[in-house]
Structures are given as C-alpha cells and as structure tokens.
C-alpha cells in the first residue's frame, strides 16, 4: 500500500516540541548491567548542571527559554568567569518542561490538540558515545522506556518521540518492536551513513522493513549525530555539538539522506515507509526536488539508464514518502505553493531558545495566505498522517 496523502482529520499538531529528561532518567531506567553506563545530569563545584557519563562532563545542562538566546551567551560568560551558579537547576526549569499533564495544561491554552515531544539532551550525546555501542543503545533504550510513559500519561495527544541507532541491527529491530507494542509512533535516527554504509544498503532493509510492520515512523531531526562536512570546515569551533557551520547548513544531511533513499530505490522497496524531517529547515525542498530530479533525468540521459531503475522519477517517492517541518520564519504558505499541500508541517520548537513563545498564536502570524485544505493539513493533517493517526 502506497503512503498516499488521504483526507486527514482536522486536528492542530505541533511536530516540534522539546522535554527535558529528569536528572537520573537514565540511570532509573537502563537495564541494570548497564546502570555504570548511565547518562546523568550532575552539578559541578560552583553548581551548575551538566550532563555527564562515566565522570565526563558532555555539555552544560542549560535550561532554555523561547526567544531568550542572549541568556544563554550570558550564562556561559558567567560561568567562564568562575562565577558561582545564581540558581538550582530545579528552580529555574518550569513543571511543563519535565511532566505530561502540565505540558498537557499549556497545549490547552495554546489551543493544540497535540503535539510530538522530541528529547531535549538526547540531541547532545548521540556522536559523544558512538565509540562505546552497548552504552548508546542502553541510554536511548533507557530514554525510549521513559518516553513511552510520558505518551502514556498524554492521553492520546503527546506523541513522544524514541532515540534509535541502527548501528546494532539485531538491536534496532528488537527496538522498533518493542516501541510498537508499547505505542510509540516515531523514532529519531539520524540521516547519516552507518558505520560506512549508506541509508538505501540493502543490509538495512530490514530495520525499514520493521518500521512499516510495528507502525513507526522514523524522523530525522537536529541532533548530535555524524555531520555531512568534512572535519577540516568546523576548524576553529571550539564547540563540541552546536557549531556554527552545522546550524548554517542544517539540511545538507537530510537531503542526502532523502535522495540516497530515493535514487537507490528504498522507498520503491518499502511502499509504506513514511519519512519525518523536522527542525532541520524547509526552505531548501522545493530546490531540492528540482535537483534531484533534474540530476537524475541528466544522468539517464547521459548514461542510457539510471543508476538503479525506478518506476517514478525520485522526487515523486520524496513527495510521496516524506513529510518536513517547515518553521515560522521561513514562511510556509510560500513553501506550500512551491511544492503543494502535501508536504510541510507546523512545528514551534517549544522551549527552546530559537522557538517560538506562543506556539499557535505566534506561528499561524507567520504562516501567510492558504486555502484551507492547505491550512489544515499544515497545522495538523500532514502530522496526523506521519503519525498515521
């Protein structure tokens, strides 16, 4: 059966919401061999909250705020100083960053009827612990038992998201099994080679085989996995996740990815596989499918047949397969008459610094003039559909 975009349900679902993992989330839910292996949100000398492993400090515990960017430059001067913390990292992080029924109070006074809640520290960690594979699969199996409550206690409009590797098959698939019967809808995986081999290998085709079985989606979204540039471009950058170069080219990985999958016929294999990419952009779609079709047709032309013969041209499987978060400022009514109705989604990116305070009100100022089959399937239709609702 072909994930064609039928008629949704008018429902209003922010795919780009963000929950802060309790201090000892890991260590309270990692299988115990592996408990020495925990991730852990612990204080420093002078106060100030890190996430750690096995005694390393991997990146400061911040606590955001929509719109509040410059607080964060602030925080990292003082601490740069040897300043003593001003506060506890409990007393600044507000009960509906952590807790389903009071994220589930402020969806109702922002007048959503859901929305997909990505982990927050788990976008840091993920290249930080890739030397050590059991710990990488024990602290996001660790976060997806975690994630699967808080889905639980939403009453049917949290949506959490998992934290899936593909590096361990035989783990993934045991995973996406388990995230099925436990009633999680999507899993983040990063748009990037495994250990060497691309995203269309056919040595993965079982892991998307297992996607479509067990109902999950899987979704690409920032995080802290291996970046598409060469090592040299991020020369300088003294950071060890958020540098400058991954923000300025955001959706190179996923539109590898996507047309890795595409042109080499993943998504001809797996006719019900549904893509998710969120927070890493839209602006860039419409070029992209002009590309890659453009790219494809020149290369038949040239070479007398395709790389691997498709029945569709690539982009179709794209537009077919896949579903993008498009983001206030970039517009979406001018995207959506670039590329059609289809294909975007409303997210917010709530709480953190570069999202947006006023989730509905705050986006629906920015998105422009739409019909309304275009409105609702943005505002929610599209995300229903990727969540197979």
């Not at 808080?150 to 934290?163: E, K, P, Q, Y």
């Not at 013969?309 to 397969?321: A, D």
Request: hydrophobic fraction near 45%; glycine fraction near 10%.
């Amino acid at each position: 059966m072909s994930p064609e975009a039928t008629e949704e349900p008018s429902m209003i679902i922010d795919v780009d919401q963000h929950l802060f993992e309790p201090r000892t989330m890991w260590r309270d839910h990692i299988d115990p061999g592996l408990r020495d292996a925990a991730l852990a949100i612990e204080d420093d000398e002078r106060g100030y909250p890190w996430l750690t492993w096995r005694g390393e400090r991997l990146y400061l515990a911040e606590v955001q705020f929509p719109g509040k960017v410059k607080q964060i430059g602030d925080l990292r001067q003082r601490i740069a100083r040897g300043e003593p913390a001003e506060h506890r990292y409990e007393d600044v992080l507000p009960l509906e960053y952590t807790d389903a029924k009071a994220r589930l109070a402020r969806l109702d006074a922002w007048g959503l009827d859901g929305c997909v809640l990505f982990p927050n520290f788990g976008l840091l960690w993920e290249d930080l612990l890739s030397g050590d594979v059991p710990a990488l699969c024990g602290n996001m199996r660790a976060f997806n038992r975690w994630i699967a409550g808080v889905g639980g206690d939403g009453g049917g409009r949290l949506f959490g998201v998992a934290h899936l590797t593909l590096r361990d098959r035989d783990w993934a698939l045991e995973e996406i099994a388990s995230l099925g019967r436990a009633g999680v809808k999507l899993a983040m995986t990063a748009p990037a080679p495994v250990d060497g081999k691309a995203l269309s290998d056919a040595d993965l085709d079982p892991i998307w085989a297992a996607f479509c079985e067990h109902g999950v989606t899987p979704v690409f979204h920032v995080g802290a996995f291996r970046g598409p540039l060469d090592p040299a471009w991020y020369e300088g950058d003294p950071e060890r996740v958020d540098r400058v170069m991954d923000s300025a080219f955001l959706w190179v990985a996923p539109a590898v990815a996507l047309a890795n999958m595409a042109v080499f016929g993943v998504f001809e294999r797996f006719p019900d596989l549904r893509i998710g990419v969120i927070e890493l952009t839209a602006h860039w779609v419409p070029q992209f499918l002009l590309m890659l079709d453009g790219a494809y047709g020149f290369y038949v032309a040239r070479h007398g047949e395709p790389p691997k013969k498709l029945v569709n041209r690539p982009g179709e499987y794209v537009r077919r397969h896949v579903r993008v978060g498009a983001l206030a400022y970039e517009q979406p009514a001018g995207l959506v008459s670039l590329v059609g109705e289809d294909t975007f989604m409303f997210g917010s990116d709530w709480p953190h610094a570069e999202g947006i305070a006023d989730p509905l009100g705050d986006y629906e100022s920015a998105v422009g003039e739409l019909d309304a089959s275009a409105r609702t399937k943005l505002m929610g239709g599209n995300a229903a559909w990727l969540l197979r609702l």
